[in-house]
Nanobody, 121 residues
Framework: QVQVVESGGGLVQAGGSLRLSCAAS????????MGWYRQAPGKQRELVAV???????NYVDSVKGRFTISRDNAKNTVHLQMNSLKPEDTAVYYC???????????????WGQGTQVTVSS
């Protein structure tokens, strides 16, 4: 059973920090790109940050300089350090991992269930 599980969401005041973590487990041969996405009420899901296997990163403009994505390939984990949080960062945050599973030939996107981040003003 392959699982992608997020943790670390919660309620924080504006200007505060949170650290999200995501762990992939199961019959995983390799992980390619990992990333964080978010979806606010009434809005489409948007990319927040992605990181390649060799740690090249990309961020949406609205979080540049405030959020940092990192990964640990040995532990199949990805993290999102969120600083200087703003009320507009409030959303459900989803982890996505492109997984090559045992017996497969292609990387397939796998999503976590999401974790709520709420920033109060």
């Amino acid at each position: 059973q392959v699982q992608v599980v997020e943790s670390g969401g919660g309620l924080v005041q504006a200007g505060g920090s949170l650290r999200l973590s995501c762990a992939a487990s199961g019959s995983i041969v390799s992980i390619n790109t990992m990333g964080w996405y978010r979806q606010a009420p009434g809005k489409q899901r948007e990319l927040v940050a992605v990181i390649s296997r060799d740690s090249n990163t990309n961020y949406v403009d609205s979080v540049k300089g405030r959020f940092t994505i990192s990964r640990d390939n040995a532990k199949n984990t990805v993290h999102l350090q969120m600083n200087s949080l703003k009320p507009e960062d409030t959303a459900v945050y989803y982890c996505k991992a492109d997984l090559l599973l045992d017996g497969n030939y292609y990387y397939i996107p796998h999503w976590g269930q999401g974790t709520q981040v709420t920033v109060s003003s």
